[in-house]
């Protein structure tokens, strides 16, 4: 329904009954994602939601009636409740609401759309982000906020860089708190740290035997404030002591009230801000004969975006090599959702337990960066993934200038690689949605274990077929059930069709079709005809990726790489095009 439509319905509507309430009567509930045990529903006050706002709303990022929000926390979690609902109610601001999770290319272009003021997320998501899309899609956002799971100091700095160091203000808050308690803020901010307690709440940092530590020690971080739930529905009361509330994660505070996140306190691993149970993996890797031990933690990319990685002892006699870590990750696929099925495998002859033979999971952690013996191909496809141009190498490309017009070639090249994986994933997710009989590829949720889609093996082997036709690639059969995602298989691809521009292989093939055309004819056409129905800028952005790519294409040498350089405007550019295929 649209939001006149909805106005009108409204005018039309009387009032109901109502009766007053005190700030005490229960308001709402809003569900625990399982980090102590199973979702309970923690209930919440009429009051709670103006403690919350006063802490992070009005102090910590300073929202009035000018602000737009957008969040890819969704709202039936209490982290994105605050940011699309309580935020924009308490300051008469705005909010996008966006139908369907939102995904990095999503966000970019709502907010080039809305111009939103304060992007909320958690870590993985500003990592897809910086990794996927433009700068230019952000320019209006005067701060990001980022909370759910640890923000790497490392990924900080490149979301830093990215937003052109607007604040980044990483937090913490619980659905029993009902939103965020200790912040950085527009004022004041740290990378690395949480920022510090928001009044009206208090912290303190507690040492095992129940005594506040002194600063620079780690604990376990409590809480008190008004806006604590006063129990769960039809669940025992919260633990309080004296109205403090135990998170469970494990935190340093310095002499100047900074809060440093240390772990969780609990086993719970966390992926792009969701909490996996990784006993609930571990049950169904151990399945398999040749396992006798298994454990699953959650561990960082280079990216800064978080993945799942499982250690395998080997049972007594057996071998666990890739065949069999190959299809222990097939068979997840079927039985879990994507977002919890392992990534990367690693054999150990044993896992490390204390001496009461509790499991270490910090201690494998640290073990997460040596070689994992197994890992889904997401980056780098196999050798024969490569296609050929009539058996021909694209001839290496001499780099004169390492600046053009005050952007580096590094940067332009950044920008084409950001903008071929865009189109890979609309690829594979239009082939995808054919299948499954959906008009739109927008409605299919791209990171679904394809099993959860509806997926058998066979039909992903077509899948494959399809892309291979589209791209001109020679993908493996069982690329896709590998790959376990339609984002794991655009990742696939994407690499594959890069490999050529990164000496990893051949070039990309151009097999003419039956109607006799190549398919990079017929993408060069469709792509003219998108071209039509932009501004000029933007015209000429897209003209200058594609003289770009022609360059590296022709090797910038012979009279066509004189022309293309010559190439200026974007009519130019594609009166080229159209001279090369013979079009008038």
């Known amino acids: ?7 009108s319905e409204a005018t039309r509507v009387e009032p109901g009954d109502y009766e007053p309430v005190g700030g005490d009567a229960h308001a709402y509930a809003t569900y625990t994602s399982g ?14 939601a103006l403690m919350f706002v006063e802490a992070m709303c009005r102090k910590a990022l300073r929202l009035t009636a000018h602000d737009i929000g957008l969040s ?14 309580w935020f924009p109610l308490a300051t008469g601001g705005s909010a996008v609401i966006n139908p369907s999770p939102l995904g990095a290319e999503a966000a970019a272009k709502l907010s080039a759309r809305f111009g939103p003021s304060v992007l909320y997320g958690v870590p993985t998501f500003f990592a897809r982000v910086v990794d996927e899309c433009s700068p230019d899609s952000f320019r209006t ?26 604040p980044i203000l990483d937090g913490i808050g619980s659905t029993e708190v009902g939103q965020t308690f200790v912040s950085n803020t527009v004022d004041e901010w740290r990378l690395g740290t949480l920022g510090k307690v928001l009044p009206p709440y208090e912290i303190r940092v507690v040492a095992p035997d129940g005594t506040t530590v002194e600063p620079g020690v780690e604990g376990d971080l409590w809480v008190r404030g008004a806006s604590i739930a006063p129990g769960y529905w039809n669940w025992p009361d919260l633990p309080l002591r004296e109205g403090w509330l135990n998170t469970r994660d494990r935190v340093r505070v310095d002499d100047d009230g900074w809060v440093t996140f240390r772990c969780r ?45 499982a250690f395998l002892v080997p049972a007594s006699g057996a071998i666990v090599d890739e065949s069999i870590t190959r299809g222990i ?52 496809p196999e050798a024969d993934a490569h296609a050929v141009v009539e058996n021909r190498p694209v001839p290496n490309v001499p780099i004169v200038g390492g600046d053009i017009g005050g952007v580096t070639l590094n940067e332009r090249l950044a920008v084409l690689q950001q903008e071929r994986h865009r189109l890979v ?48 690639l020679r993908l493996p059969d069982a690329v896709g059930w590998d790959c376990g995602s339609i984002s794991g298989l655009a990742r696939y691809v994407d690499a594959a069709l890069s490999g050529w521009d ?23 056409t469709k792509l003219e005809a998108m071209v039509v129905s932009i501004g000029d800028s933007e015209k000429q952005r897209v003209a200058d990726r594609l003289r770009a790519l022609l360059g590296a294409i022709t090797g910038g040498e012979g009279d066509l790489g004189k022309r293309i350089h010559a190439a200026s405007t974007a009519d130019e550019v594609f009166q080229l095009i159209d001279s090369e295929f013979g079009e008038s």
């Open 265 to 309: 306190a609990d086993d719970t691993e966390i992926v792009g801000g969701v909490n996996v149970n990784p006993r609930e993996v571990e049950r169904l890797i151990i399945e398999d004969d040749a396992v006798a031990e298994a454990a699953v933690v959650a561990v960082k990319e280079s990216t800064g975006a978080s993945v799942l990685q």
């Open 72 to 85: 890819s926390a969704r709202m039936y979690f209490a982290y994105g409740l605050g940011n699309s609902v």
């Open 35 to 48: 980090t102590t045990g199973p979702p309970k529903a923690a209930i919440h006050r009429h009051a709670d």
């Open 141 to 166: 956002l005067r701060c990001v906020v980022s909370a759910g799971e640890p923000l790497e100091v490392a990924l900080a700095e490149r979301i830093t860089e990215f937003f052109g160091g607007i």
């Open 329 to 380: 990750h097939r068979r997840l696929l079927t039985r879990l959702s994507a977002f919890k099925v392992p990534h990367r495998f690693a054999t150990l002859d044993r896992l490390p337990r204390t001496p009461n033979g509790k499991l270490m999971r910090g201690a494998l952690r640290a073990e997460a960066p040596t070689k994992p013996i197994w890992e889904v191909p997401l980056i780098e």
């Open 425 to 472: 994933v609309e690829a594979v997710s239009e082939e995808a949605a054919k299948m499954l009989g959906e008009p739109d590829h927008r409605s299919v949720n791209r990171d679904l274990a394809f099993a959860e889609l509806g997926f058998d093996s066979q039909m992903t082997v077509q899948l494959c077929k399809r892309l291979a036709a589209v791209t001109g």
């Open 1 to 7: 329904m649209e939001a006149a439509e909805l106005l």
């Open 502 to 524: 990164r000496g990893l292989g051949p070039a990309p093939t151009t097999h003419t079709r039956a109607n006799g055309h190549s398919p990079i004819e017929e993408e060069l």
